[in-house]
């Protein structure tokens, strides 16, 4: 939804009550995904992939960080299995030319997924206090906020349940924040109860089957959009 600012009633009208404050600053701050069945995304969104080879991951994450350097965001690219750094800043900068530029300013970082997730064992506070912190450097540093993926392969047995709790808190955490956040699930490593587990805590997963992008969307997220678009119809009355 996108509300042209002279039709807002912004400027000259009325006081705007706090529900049309709310839906004005998420019209205002759209930011785009790089990823064409998504479309564009608010700050604090944080979505997921399923994908089953490297391949598909590429064609998602590449795009995806595209849109956000284009944009002056700061991005943040952690890379695991079936991916490494160097195959990563290859295929990123076959699309983005001055990408060795970008990364010497610091826009643009790959970092070791083990050394992110897991320097020792997992620990879901760290992580979560190291993702808020890259998002304030970004910030301070003058770029309009931080763009980030992470893969989970590594996750396995007992290590699940507590990046589950994990994601959880990531999902509402994110949403006060200009942080945008891409998380990628290798689905044939996922049963079913991990599927329900992981569309749960993201606002919706994007997957590709037989050539096509799908989005499923989760219903909380189904409930918001509801909510924008009543709000949208009272800033419209």
């Excluded at 998504?38 to 598909?56: A, E, I, K, M």
């Excluded at 965001?73 to 991916?83: G, M, T």
Aim: hydrophobic content about 40%; overall charge negative.
């Amino acid at each position: 939804v996108i509300i042209p600012f002279a039709e807002s009633g912004y400027s000259n009208g009325p006081v705007l009550d706090e529900a049309k404050r709310k839906t004005l600053a998420m019209c205002t701050n759209l930011r785009p995904s790089g990823l064409s069945p998504v479309g564009p995304l608010n700050w604090g969104s944080h979505f997921c992939q399923f994908y089953r080879t490297r391949d598909d991951l590429l064609d998602a994450l590449v795009p995806f960080f595209a849109a956000g350097l284009a944009t002056n965001e700061q991005c943040l690219w952690v890379v695991s299995d079936p991916l490494d750094v160097p195959t990563a800043e290859r295929a990123l900068r076959a699309v983005v030319p001055d990408l060795d530029a970008r990364v010497a300013r610091g826009q643009m970082e790959f970092v070791d997924g083990d050394a992110w997730y897991r320097s020792g064992s997992f620990d879901a506070e760290t992580t979560l206090q190291g993702w808020l912190a890259r998002e304030r450097h970004a910030r301070e540093a003058g770029f309009e906020g931080l763009r980030a993926t992470g893969n989970t392969l590594w996750t396995h047995g007992a290590e699940w349940d507590a990046f589950v709790e994990y994601e959880r808190r990531v999902n509402e955490l994110f949403r006060d924040f200009r942080l945008i956040a891409l998380c990628t699930y290798h689905v044939d490593s996922c049963g079913a109860n991990e599927v329900l587990d992981v569309v749960r805590n993201h606002e919706f997963a994007v997957a590709r089957r037989s050539g096509e992008w799908e989005v499923v969307e989760s219903s909380s997220l189904k409930v918001a959009k509801e909510a924008l678009r009543a709000a949208n119809e009272q800033l419209e009355e």
